[in-house]
């Protein structure tokens, strides 16, 4: 039995491997070979149907669609006999993935529902079912007509909500009218309501243009935002000030919201922190959430004393228990990295990460000559490299760093097949317009020219 469970793992991970490269043909070869992988679930629960279907980011567009699903490896699934659990349709809304949508609907899985009938651009099924349905359903339905820009549809729901809120129709006329508040809606991420929706995008928006007066002008108009239920959306504007280096905003955010020191809700800030090279925002955080005691965390704050201290004489890692630390202790993490099951060669090659992207280069040296690998598999979303994400925040002296110890330069990331150039020319970087950073395309373009 465990010889068989064994076989079916790796079939599954052959088959995740097909479905990521969209073979249909070597995915047909192992599900005739193991029949089981269409019952199959991995740790987290996900079948290979959702793996088929779900969106690592946003698909609202064709081209993402297309990059982040696997529709044809899905069709083949469902028509081989893969059940979809529901988990598979609310995935799809939750990403505005309308080809899976449409493709579930064709296979005929989905169940008639106010949700799903918005989703579906369902008009008339829409109107049959708003009687019935209370301000929860509707609000929604709402969101998610929004979502897949079904502008009809979100016109009537958004009437049926006024009518059960008359307070919203007062905020949409105000913002942009409601034809602007749908529009507005269908191009911004959803946040609990309507009004809360703009409230927060428009909070992020001046937060990623560094306007401290229009991000204050916002908290003072909305006093109820400090109120204990949002909580936790504040944290995420804290989260989002620090990949983003925007220490003024985590102490205005910090003021305007003393329930967050007083109940100090989870969070990723410190993580973010490290991964996005600012430890330098630690100051701020760690008296909220303190650092952990782990290798990762010492070699991204610089503390080299704490760093040796988790090495042996003969410069073999003693790491105690591999659980205390980062990432083997967030399966998240492990999960889009596809580091499953945890080692520690993956804490040594997060260790030296954070040390380069903070630019702790004496202890990145010691961790290379201590078995790290420069050529890590290791970012702050899926597998690329180190030099990836220097390459996107514009991190000159870690790229350098990497570049002069030997770093793979033509290393292709998961999801776009791209190089660290390729994400530099094409990607956006903070503080930056989405054109790329062209000076950092060409430094790095140099850089491979000399080695060559």
């Not at 905003?249 to 600012?278: D, M, W």
């Not at 010492?298 to 790491?319: C, N, S």
């Amino acid at each position: 039995m465990e010889t068989a469970r064994r076989g079916l793992e790796w079939a599954a991970a052959e088959a995740e491997r097909a479905i990521h490269d969209n073979s249909i043909e070597r995915l047909a070869q192992l599900v005739r070979e193991y029949p089981a992988l269409l019952a199959w679930r991995s740790d987290s629960g996900e079948s290979l149907l959702g793996f088929a279907t779900g969106s690592f980011g946003d698909s609202g567009d064709s081209f993402r669609e297309q990059m982040f699903t696997r529709i044809a490896c899905a069709e083949f699934l469902l028509n081989a006999g893969a059940t979809a659990a529901p988990v598979i349709w609310e995935d799809a809304i939750r990403a505005g993935a309308k080809g899976v949508l449409q493709l579930l609907s064709r296979k005929g899985v989905l169940p008639r529902h106010l949700n799903i009938l918005a989703a579906l651009g369902e008009c008339d099924g829409v109107r049959d079912y708003l009687p019935g349905a209370d301000a929860g359903a509707v609000m929604q339905a709402l969101v998610t007509a929004c979502r897949f820009q079904h502008k009809p549809v979100a016109a009537l729901l958004l009437d049926r909500s006024i009518e059960l809120d008359p307070a919203l129709g007062e905020q949409a006329e105000k913002w942009r009218g409601r034809n602007g508040f749908i529009d507005y809606l269908g191009e911004h991420k959803w946040f609990g309501s309507p009004w809360l929706t703009v409230v927060i995008n428009e909070l992020e928006a001046a937060m990623h243009k560094n306007d401290l007066e229009e991000f204050n002008r916002w908290l003072q108009r909305e006093p109820d935002l400090r109120s204990e239920s949002n909580v936790r959306l504040l944290v995420g504007l804290v989260e989002i000030a620090t990949y983003n280096d925007r220490g003024p905003f985590i102490t205005r955010l910090l003021e305007f919201a003393p329930a967050i020191q007083l109940k100090r809700p989870p969070s990723s800030a410190v993580v973010y922190a490290l991964e996005y090279g600012n430890a330098h925002l630690l100051p701020q955080l760690t008296p909220i959430w303190p650092l952990p005691d782990d290798l990762p965390h010492a070699a991204g704050v610089g503390d080299f004393a704490r760093v040796k201290d988790w090495f042996d004489e003969a410069g073999g890692p003693r790491l105690g228990n591999l659980k205390d630390h980062y990432p083997t202790n967030n399966p998240g993490v492990l999960q889009n990295l596809h580091w499953t099951p945890a080692n520690v060669q993956h804490v040594l090659d997060v260790a030296l990460a954070w040390a380069s992207v903070n630019r702790q280069f004496e202890i990145a040296s010691f961790l290379l000559e201590r078995g790290a690998n420069i050529n890590t598999d290791w970012s702050t979303h899926e597998p690329a490299s180190i030099l990836h994400e220097c390459a996107i925040h514009g991190n000159y002296e870690a790229a350098q760093f990497l570049i002069d110890h030997g770093i793979d330069m033509t290393i292709r990331d998961y999801r776009w097949n791209g190089t660290a150039e390729g994400w530099a020319m094409h990607a956006s970087v903070v503080g930056q317009p989405p054109l790329g950073d062209k000076n950092m395309a060409e430094f790095l373009a140099r850089a491979e020219r000399a080695r060559e």
